[in-house]
Structure formats: C-alpha cells, structure tokens
C-alpha cells in the first residue's frame, strides 16, 4: 500500500517540469514486464524514465515520460496518470500497518497492485462494491503521438465493468477501501457480508472447475460448462441483483435480493451461527437464511423436497460444502455424515451420489496456500495435475 504524494508536493513538482527540468521516476518490475508484452519493439527491462511535459485533457492530467534507455536510437515514451506518479513517490506503508485494513480513503492510499478491495462509498456505507485494484496499460494519444499510459483500474468483481482509481476520490462517487482478505474487525456489518461471499464464491468456483474437469473426462461436457456458470454465479443473491441476469429478470429479481442483503447484513456478526445447522433459533438469522434459500436452487430447502433437485443443484451444493468447510477448516465428509444426510432425510441412491460428486472433488484436488499482496494467507482448492 503507498500513502499518496501530497498535492501541494504534486504541485512543486509541476511547477520544476514548467522550468526545463526533467524529474527522474523509475516505475517497477511489474510495469516495465507490462511495457515489453505491449510493445513489439522492447524486448529488455526498461525502468528509468525522466518526466518531460504534463499535459491536460479533457479534464484528465498525464504527465509524458522518456526512457534514459534507446531502442534502436529511440528513446521509449510512456504516459502516467495523476494517481500513478502520485503512488510512485509516495511513501509505502509497513506490514503491520497494511494487516490493520482500517478505512482507507483513495485520496489518502492507493492499496497494493493486484489486491481484492471492497469500496465503501463514503455518504452511504451500506453501497459497496467489491474490485480487483490493479495496474494497466493502454494506448492514447498525446501531442498527435501515440503513447503507452499506465493507469489504475477497478475491475468490479459482480462483473458489471470497471472504472478508474480517480473516479473514487472526489465528487459523488468518493469512497474508501478496505483489503478484502484482511481484518474484519473494521469492516461495517455490510461489508463482512461482501467480505465473506466474495472468499466464498472464490473457493466455490475452485470446487466447481475441479469438479468440471472430472466431468469431461468423463464424457459430460455439456454438465461441466453448466457447472462451470453454476460456480461463477453463485450466492451472487447476497451481494445484491446480479449483473449477469438477463435484462428481461433483473426488474423481478432485484428487490428479491436487496431484501436479501439487507437481511443478511444485520445478522452478519452472526455468521458462525448461520453457518451452525443447530444454531439457526434467532429469528433474524431464520429470516434470513429462508431468504437465501428462496433464491438459490443449490440448498434442498429452496425445495418442497430434496428429491427436486437437478444433478446440476447437487453439484453446486457439494461444490459449496467443500467451498465452506475449507473456509471454516472442517472436515467435509465428517459434515456430511453428521448434519445433511439425516437433515435433509436424504434417500440412499441420492446420497450416494451425492458422495460420488464430493469424492470427485476431494480426490482429484489439494488445498494451496498463497500470500496475497497485503501479506495475508489466501487459500485455493485446486485440481492434483
């Protein structure tokens, strides 16, 4: 995470580059892989650059860099938004401070590239939107010429586009952000809810592609792609209507899942009970969970009976059982054998199959550790070749 340069400092530097004089930046091993993958004529590490001119478009300010290096006898022009030269001579904050994840605002910190964010407008704390903060790279036009421009992107995870780092700090969109693997103890009840559907979804769809992959070796090619979009949406009725909807279901299915979320988010601080078969008595996490359960077809309870369900439904809920039980670091079978057979009154050829699926899936898989950006364990099911 980079504490950003203040704009008075900004400024400073603005007024020098007016003078003739060139500021030196050198942009980071991550940029400059970037800039060769994009351009056919660099094929070596180019890092150090000085600023020449910054230029206004629009509304927009790019500040136009050269490299020290010479491909071919030319030097290699790139272009840096604000919030870019900005990250790149702030100040990077510790690791202890980074684990904190206590409201960042945009207009203060940049998080790290490649981090899992939920953004927190900063008038309605209740309208979130979790993203992928990253570094891109695209190609504009400044000064009749075409350059290479490094730019912060949101991509937004409930798959609905994307938008520009800057659009975040001023104006109706200002916001703050919070790591979405990282410390819970900061988050609003809201954002636990998002926080733990966003991990969820991400192990689900794990579970699903190895389950996928097993389905086409066997033949079922048609079950894998249908699993595959299973996977992609799923519980997307807790973090509000989904994008992925056709037009023609997003006006009936819209308030059906606010309700939802709101339902959700005030028995959030409740999720161990939620997840608890036995501890469903409070009568918000009842309404709640009925809620959910109405909207997704992978729980029996959405059903009159369990012997409703499609193979497509048993698939997806053993996809989400494995998802759960590696979140919460418990035996899967042992929840199976203890909780759902006798719960849901499961016949014996049902439940067979429901344990061929879940062997498929805990014999063809391993659980991988990886450190994410912000020094947090990120866990990952993923296929044993």
Same mark, same amino acid.
């Given at each position: 995470m980079k504490k950003l340069l203040k704009e008075k400092k900004?400024?400073?530097?603005?007024?020098? &580059?007016?003078?003739?004089?060139?500021?030196? &930046?050198r942009i980071p091993e991550k940029w400059s892989c970037l800039l060769e993958q994009y351009s056919n004529s660099i094929n070596e590490p180019i890092k150090d650059f000085r600023i020449l001119s910054c230029i206004k478009k629009g509304k927009k300010e790019y500040f136009l860099c050269e490299s020290f290096k010479t491909i071919n006898g030319k030097s290699i022009k790139i272009a840096l938004t604000n919030n870019c030269l900005r990250y790149l001579w702030g100040e990077a904050t510790s690791q202890e401070f980074k684990m904190l994840n206590e409201g960042y605002a945009f207009d203060k910190y940049l998080p790290p590239e490649d981090t899992k964010i939920l953004i927190t407008k900063t008038k309605n704390q209740s309208d979130i939107t979790p993203g992928h903060f990253d570094i891109e790279l695209e190609q504009i036009e400044l000064n009749k010429k075409i350059v290479f421009l490094f730019t912060f992107? &949101?991509?937004?995870?409930?798959?609905?586009?994307?938008?520009?780092?800057?659009?975040?700090q001023k104006g109706g969109r200002k916001s703050s952000w919070k790591f979405i693997y990282g410390e819970k103890d900061f988050m609003s009840s809201f954002e636990r809810l998002y926080d733990d559907t966003i991990i969820h979804k991400e192990l689900v769809m794990d579970s699903c592609e190895v389950l996928a992959l097993e389905l086409e070796k066997r033949g079922a090619e048609n079950h894998a792609r249908r699993l595959r979009e299973r996977g992609r949406v799923h519980d997307n009725s807790k973090i509000g209507y989904s994008a992925y909807l056709p037009e023609y279901e997003i006006s009936a299915k819209k308030k059906r899942f606010d309700d939802e979320l709101y339902a959700l988010s005030k028995v959030s601080y409740l999720i161990d009970t939620m997840k608890n078969v036995d501890g469903k008595s409070n009568p918000l996490v009842k309404e709640a969970t009925e809620l959910h359960w109405k909207n997704n077809a992978h729980h029996p309870e959405h059903y009159k009976s369990c012997l409703d369900m499609t193979n497509l439904d048993i698939m997806e809920m053993v996809s989400d059982w494995v998802a759960r039980a590696t979140q919460m670091e418990t035996n899967v079978i042992e929840y199976v054998n203890n909780s759902q057979k006798e719960r849901f009154h499961f016949p014996d050829w049902m439940f067979q199959q429901i344990m061929y699926y879940l062997n498929l899936i805990l014999d063809n898989s391993k659980v991988v550790e990886r450190q994410g950006t912000n020094g947090v364990i990120i866990k990952h099911i993923v296929p044993l070749n």
């Open positions: 900004l400024e400073k530097i603005k007024k020098q &580059i007016k003078k003739g004089k060139k500021p030196v &930046i992107r &949101i991509d937004f995870l409930t798959g609905n586009g994307f938008a520009a780092s800057e659009d975040y």
